[in-house]
Every structure is written in C-alpha cells, then in structure tokens.
C-alpha cells in the first residue's frame, strides 16, 4: 500500500512540477515524505531515487540547477527522517495495541482456568464484571449481575449492610476486609447459599476505584474436611479394637478369675445347703463373696465397654492422673504373672489437659502394652515399668512410659512411627501410627528415647489446659 | 473320705484361693493355701494327698513346679489349672508329669471329681493307662493324627484347616472321629490321653 501511494504521490508531482518548474524539487521532497511516512526506509529510498532522476531529467530543458538540487536532497532527507520516526512510531503503537489484547486474552484464559470466581465493583458496589467461574457459583449470568449492585449475591444481613461498609470504607479508609479475605457466606440465584473464602483486592485507575473480589467455593473443601475427620475417628476407633484384639487372651484370663470365684463359692455353698448348713454364717458369707465376685467381672468388662465406646471423643479438660490411672488398669490385665514391678510417678500438682479421655488413654494402653512386651523378654528379675507425669515447657504436660527391655534396634527407630513398621511377629504396624495421629491433633508431640537404665522411653505432650495453669497462678 | 490326706491349693488370686477353700472345705476335704509356688516348695505338709495349682503365676510357674517337686522326689499328683487358650502350656504341665489339668472356668463338679481321682491315683497303674492310651493312638489315620497332633498345640480349628490344606468342616468331623477313637470325654482328657499315649507334637 506505501508503494502505490508513493507511486501516486510521484505522478502527481511529476506532473505538477511539468507546470511549475521552479518548485519541482519541493514536490518531489513530498514524495519522499509520503513514501516514508506510510511505509518507511524502503519506499523513501525509492521516492527519493525517483525524484532525483526526474529532477535531473527536468533540469536537462531547464538547466542543471545545484541550489535547487541540494534543497531537494535536503529536504529528503528531513521529510525521509520525519515521515519514518511518524512510521516507526505508527508501528510501535501497532505493536502495542497487539501486546495488550494478547496480554487480556491470557488474563481471561488464566482467569477461566484459577479455581477462584472473579466479581469487580465500583465504588457505589454496582457489578463491573462476573467471572464464568463465578456464574457457575451463583447461576446467574454475567448479564443478570453486571451493573447491578453486588449485595445481590450476599444473603441477609450482609445483603442490607453491603453498602454501608462501602460508605464506611470511602469515609474512613479503615479496612475490614481488604488484604485480610474471611469466609463468607453467598446467595445463588436459587436463594440456597454457599460458604465462600473471599479475598478482595483495591485498585485505582483514573480517578475510578475498583474492588476485585476472588471467591473461592468451600463447600466441596468443608465436606472433605468434615470426611476426613471422621474417617480419621473411625480409624482411631476401630485401632482400640485391635489394641484390646490383641489383650484378649489376658482380658478373658483376668475375666476367668472371677468365674472360677463364684463357681467355687456357689458351689461349695450348694454342698452345704444340701446337708443342711444353708443358714450357717460361712454359707452365707460365701454367697456374699460369691456376689462381691460378679462386681469385679463386671467392673471389667465395664472398663473395656468404656475403652470400645465411641462417645468422649469430644475434648474437654481431664485430669492427666485420673487418665494414667484408668489406663494402666486396663492395660496392666494380666501382666501380675510376669512379675513386673509397676511403677507411678505422677506430678503432685494434678495438671489437667484439654483432651479427648478416650483417645489419651488408647494412647498410653498402646505404649504400656508395648512396654510390658518387651519386658516378657528381659530377666525376671529387672521388669520394671515407670509411668511418669510432669509439667513441662511450654505449658505442656509430658506423659512417659519406661521400660527395662531390651530397647529399639537402630533400624525400627527412625521409622517408629510410620504405619506397617512393626517389630512384631503379629503386629500390624499401626499401633504407635495411631498413637502419633493422636497426639498431634492434640498438638502435641510423641518420641522415643534410649532408657539410661536399659530399654526404652517413650514420651509425649499434650497441652495443659488453661484453666489448669490459672488455679496453679492463683494457689 | 480322706484319710487326713490334704489338698494343697496354690494361687495368687485370693478371691480363687479363698474360694477353692471354701468349696474344697464344703465337700469334706482339708485344705492348706499357698500364694506362690515357692511359699508352697519352703514348706510342703508331709501330708499332701494332692496339689491343684494355677500353671500362670508371678514368679515360679505350674510346670517349674511340678519338675521342681519331681525332683525332690515328691509324688503327689498335681492337678493344674489353666487359662482359656493355655493348651500349650497345660500340654507342658502334662508332660511334665501333671495329674490332669482343669481349664478356668471349670464347674464345680469337674474340679470336686478331678480331686477325688486324684486323691486315689496312687494306686492306678500309670503304665496301663499309657499303655492304653497308645492303643487307642494307634487306631487313628495318618490325617486324624495330624489333626490331633495339631489340637494338642493348641492350634485352632481355622489354623489347622489351612495348614493342612483342607476346609474348617473338614477338621470338625476329623476332631469329632479323633475325640470318639481317644474315647475323651472331654477336650481335657483328650490332651492328657494323648500326651499319656507319648504323641509328639
């Protein structure tokens, strides 16, 4: 196209300076002008050439003029200069205006691909644009929203409330939520709502003011959240199974006892009412042993229908004592054979933690058990078990178990408590995983260590409550 | 009834020991109780017709006893008593050379009659009940001796089945052929017959 205009712009010159003369050269200049301007170097070159010869096929009727000439070159030169740096400059504009579209299109791909909706307002909160995502969100279409005011979106009380906190916002410049994002809750075309993580971002632009707000759908999260948790309770439910699975054989031991009891006495005293001594006093106290008997099975089997039953799992404050005491009754089921001397050291003070009772114990049944095997493998005369409580740093409560075993090979102890590690002929592994999963959603902390007596020290944390450490403050 | 024989009781839970008194005491027979084996091993009554004793205890347990007082020269028949799912340890206290052993919770009849055989077992003929009892061993098929062998163990119906490559089924109606060839009354007897009979497991 710059050489057919140029080619225009010589003829007409040629053709004026056919009937001027004088300021062919000028004309001539405008061409290069005209070549330069609308298609740069090449065709200003070629204007230029062109004019030249034509002025020296001129100047052969006319004379060769110099003055003339030089202007003309001159002049070339400036118009050839000029008309490029306005080509150049035409191009970069080009070339700009290219840049931003293909800049918008990719912001629009990225903005359809992010998780997140995207709704802008002005400052009146009126609707300046709704992303697609954000139209799968609240099923309206962009139509239905942008120039609308955005407490459409939001249910009661917000929905009333929207524009004063705008208003607030313009008056004070406090921000409430600007740079902080929170969850919120959004209305969708249907009036059902939706939980939302809003995060809104400021922006001024030519005297306007723009809010930006990125939505992000927490229904699907609140519910893997919610799944998660439950499956991991279950988890933790169904392991207490396998703890007391593996105790069975001393539970149903410890179960015998008892019944062999009241078996004796019921029928020893059936022998004597038989030849007529029911009324004596030894019947009788028999009988009442008998019936003392049926109190100790069923203390027992109550404590393990407490150790199975789901509830507790809440959290609540919980004397650390009374929790080692309880399990450690459970857990010491049938260790009295194995001549292990039991020991307790719990801390005077009676620190209390924030804990689920239920889980703390499983916690510390799993570590005595552990302990009281390996003990079945040390001497006779060296099974001893420390159960120990202290107030620690960091208003924690540290809860150990030590024994007098054989200790941890090397190879088990990085990997102690990942799950399916086990050092066990019929272990599954998962016991001390469990314990961990534990004692970190109670934020708190579980390890081994070497015993300096021999064996092993397992200990963890659990935050105290504190309630707990102002009663301590205020005695 | 008892010729001022006494029945020695060893346990470490009282409310067995004080209960085993009671009965025992009831049906006519002197009782002497012991905490521990070695409370009982530190002073054995020169009159000891017979000892029933729980094989698990703190310290010294059922079978060290019955090898402890073997040893000494000491005869009486020893009835142990054991735990659900103790069958290895009572197949050891037979071995050993128990009189019989009692599974917990026994009834009170099981006990009073163990006891009172017991009591006159020194005038049974020891090698005619093995004798007999490797008899009775010697009418079972190779699969039903396996079986036996395996329940002597202490080995579950499940367990059996699978090693033996045959189905759970199976193994009852093996175990039901082996209990009536043993002539066993019960799962007791079975054990003591077959230990008497010299089967290894």
Not at chain 1, 251 to 266: D, F, K, M, R, V
Not at chain 2, 156 to 175: F, H, W
Request: proline share 3%; glycine share 10%.
């Amino acid at each position: 196209m710059a050489y057919g205009l140029t080619a225009a712009a010589f003829a007409g010159a040629l053709i004026l300076s056919l009937h001027t003369g004088d300021a062919a050269y000028l004309f001539f200049a405008l061409v290069v002008l005209v070549g330069s301007a609308t298609g740069g170097a090449g065709p200003a070159v070629l204007a230029a050439l062109a004019g030249a010869s034509a002025l020296a096929a001129l100047s052969r009727d006319t004379g060769w003029d110099m003055v003339h000439f030089a202007g003309f070159l001159a002049l070339s030169l400036l118009s050839g200069v000029c008309g490029a740096a306005k080509y150049r400059n035409r191009r970069t504009m080009e070339g700009a205006l290219r840049d931003v579209r293909a800049h918008e299109a990719h912001l629009q791909s990225i903005l359809k691909s992010v998780p997140e909706a995207m709704i802008v307002i002005d400052e009146k909160g009126l609707v300046r644009s709704f992303s697609s995502t954000a139209e799968r969100m609240f099923g309206y279409e962009a139509g239905e929203v942008v120039g609308k005011n955005v407490s459409m979106l939001m249910p009661p009380p917000e929905h009333e409330r929207h524009n004063s906190y705008l208003e607030r916002y313009r008056r004070t410049g406090e921000a409430h939520i600007i740079g902080v994002g929170r969850v919120v809750t959004g209305r969708r075309k249907d009036g059902s709502t939706v939980p939302i993580e809003l995060a809104v971002g400021e922006m001024r632009s030519n005297g306007y003011h723009f809010f930006t707000g990125f939505l992000r759908d927490l229904t699907e999260r609140q519910e893997t959240e919610t799944r998660l948790q439950e499956l991991q309770s279950e988890l933790v439910h169904m392991s207490r199974f396998t703890a007391l699975g593996e105790m069975s054989s001393a539970l149903a031991h410890e179960l015998n006892q008892p019944l062999s009891a009241i078996g004796n006495y019921l029928g020893g005293a059936r022998l004597r009412m038989e030849r007529g001594q029911g009324n004596d006093p030894a019947t009788i106290e028999a009988l009442g042993k008998a019936a003392e008997q049926t109190r100790r099975a069923g203390e027992i089997i109550q404590r393990i229908r407490d150790f199975i039953a789901r509830r507790e799992i809440e959290k609540r404050s919980e004397s650390v004592s009374k929790l080692v005491n309880e399990a450690s009754t459970l857990a010491l089921i049938g260790a009295k054979p194995l001549g292990i001397h039991v020991r307790q050291d719990l801390a005077p003070e009676a620190p209390t933690v924030f804990a689920s009772g239920v889980q703390i114990q499983q916690v510390l049944v799993n570590l005595i058990r552990n302990a009281i095997e390996a003990l079945e493998e040390s001497d006779p005369g060296r099974r001893d078990l420390m159960i120990s409580t202290r107030r620690a740093e960091h208003d924690t409560v540290e809860i150990s178990v030590a024994d007098t075993g054989p200790g941890l090979a090397e190879n088990v102890q990085d990997r102690l408590f990942q799950p399916f590690v086990s050092t066990k002929d019929a272990g599954m592994g998962v016991g001390l995983s469990i314990c961990r999963t534990i004692v970190e959603a109670h934020g708190g902390a579980i390890w081994a260590e070497r015993n300096e007596a021999g064996g092993t020290i397992f200990r963890f944390t659990l935050p105290a409550t504190a309630a707990a450490a102002k009663a301590e403050t205020a005695t | 009834m008892t010729d001022g024989a006494i029945v020695c009781v060893i346990d470490d839970d009282e409310a067995v020991r004080d209960s085993l008194d009671f009965l025992l005491g009831a049906a006519g027979f002197d009782v002497r109780l012991h905490a521990s084996a070695e409370d009982f091993l530190s002073d054995i009554p020169a009159e000891c017709g017979c000892v029933v004793t729980d094989v698990r205890m703190p310290g010294m347990d059922g079978v060290t006893l019955i090898q402890t007082l073997r040893q000494r020269g000491c005869t009486a028949p020893v009835i142990v008593m054991t735990g659900h799912g103790d069958v290895p340890l009572a197949v050891a206290a037979m071995k050993a050379g128990a009189a019989d052993f009692l599974q917990k919770p026994y009834s009170d009849q099981a006990i009073l009659d163990t006891v009172r055989t017991a009591l006159g077992t020194e005038t049974v003929n020891l090698s005619d009940a093995q004798k007999e009892a490797r008899a009775r061993l010697a009418q079972l098929s190779g699969r039903e001796a396996q079986v036996l062998e395996r329940l002597v163990n202490g080995d579950a119906n499940k367990v059996i089945a699978q090693d033996l490559g045959l189905s759970p089924r199976t193994v009852e109606v093996y175990r039901a052929n082996v209990m009536t060839k043993m002539q066993a009354g019960s799962f007791a007897e079975l054990v003591r017959l077959a230990v008497y009979g010299g089967l290894e497991p």
